[in-house]
């Protein structure tokens, strides 16, 4: 009898998870280094709390800017193996499966209950392995942070193992949702202690929360405003940004907003303005109407 070939989804119902292969950590870690990957985003490393330190499990939360962040979270933590998770709809895209497969990374569906990819963490943390995840449950849509999913205070008290706290920030700037294009310039890692297991288990599930909404609060734009890094965005800075700025803040018309290169402007009514590799706003001119940073616009 022919041998029935699993569906994707069936195959992920199936697969069993562990701590990763140490050949294919070192060979992650080599990779991540080399100057086409992390390298050419400029990234600078700051241990405040040495994950080093910590001998069992752990978790490794961080704010997820882009989808280049794997790669700032892997370099601050090494040698420290860990399963990360990612989104379950990524497992199906063929240019990702294989990477998945042998990273040992973990599928979860976002924003609901998934009994499957806590079986596994649940696996992985009792074996003594440290597993990573963006509370958020996706990467920035607009620049800031977003709150994190409902129930990871509790999550988090039940197993009250150390929880590190990756702070990532320029990494939006590098690589956002509205344009695909690498935008290298410069990003900042900061690896710091969140949680002790005491701290787990005195605090409330709110208290916990609270504490990881307050130390994600963090908005790319403004942030460059201080830290004044110029990004490589190639006249891009405007492209596609129609979509998120579709109300003219002058006329205050809606989807007549048009974006292309480094120029916004409102069909409607001309006005507009321009923006540099700082993430820096130029209007037309003094009758044009344009807010400090795109995250304004949007909230």
Not at 268 to 290: L, Q
Request: hydrophobic share 35%.
């Amino acid at each position: 009898m022919k041998k029935v070939k699993l569906t994707i989804a069936e195959q992920l119902i199936k697969r069993q998870y562990k701590t990763p292969n140490s050949f294919v950590w070192i060979l992650y870690a080599l990779l991540a280094r080399m100057p086409f990957f992390a390298p050419k985003y400029h990234p600078t490393y700051k241990i405040i709390d040495d994950i080093k330190d910590c001998k069992g499990p752990a978790f490794i939360i961080w704010n997820h800017q882009s989808r280049r962040d794997h790669l700032f979270v892997k370099n601050i933590v090494a040698p420290r193996k860990f399963n990360m998770l990612a989104g379950y709809q990524e497992f199906f895209r063929k240019k990702f499966a294989p990477l998945f497969k042998l990273a040992q990374i973990v599928p979860k569906k976002n924003f609901t209950n998934d009994p499957k990819s806590i079986k596994a963490i649940d696996k992985i943390i009792k074996s003594g392995g440290t597993v990573a995840f963006s509370p958020e449950g996706t990467s920035s849509i607009f620049g800031h942070n977003q709150p994190i999913v409902a129930g990871t205070g509790r999550y988090l008290k039940h197993y009250h193992i150390p929880v590190y706290f990756i702070k990532l920030e320029g990494a939006y700037l590098t690589s956002h949702k509205v344009c695909i294009d690498d935008r290298p310039g410069k990003v900042y890692a900061t690896l710091s202690l969140l949680f002790t297991p005491e701290d787990l288990k005195q605090m409330s599930t709110d208290e916990i929360e609270n504490q990881i909404n307050e130390a994600f609060r963090h908005d790319d734009y403004k942030w460059n405003k201080i830290a004044r890094v110029k990004f490589n965005t190639k006249g891009k800075t405007m492209t596609n940004m129609h979509d998120m700025l579709y109300k003219c803040p002058r006329c205050g018309t809606e989807l007549q907003m048009d974006a292309y290169g480094d120029t916004i402007k409102c069909l409607h009514c001309g006005n507009g303005g321009t923006m540099d590799d700082y993430y820096d706003f130029h209007p037309f001119d003094e009758t044009c109407k344009i807010f400090d940073t795109p995250t304004d616009w949007v909230d």
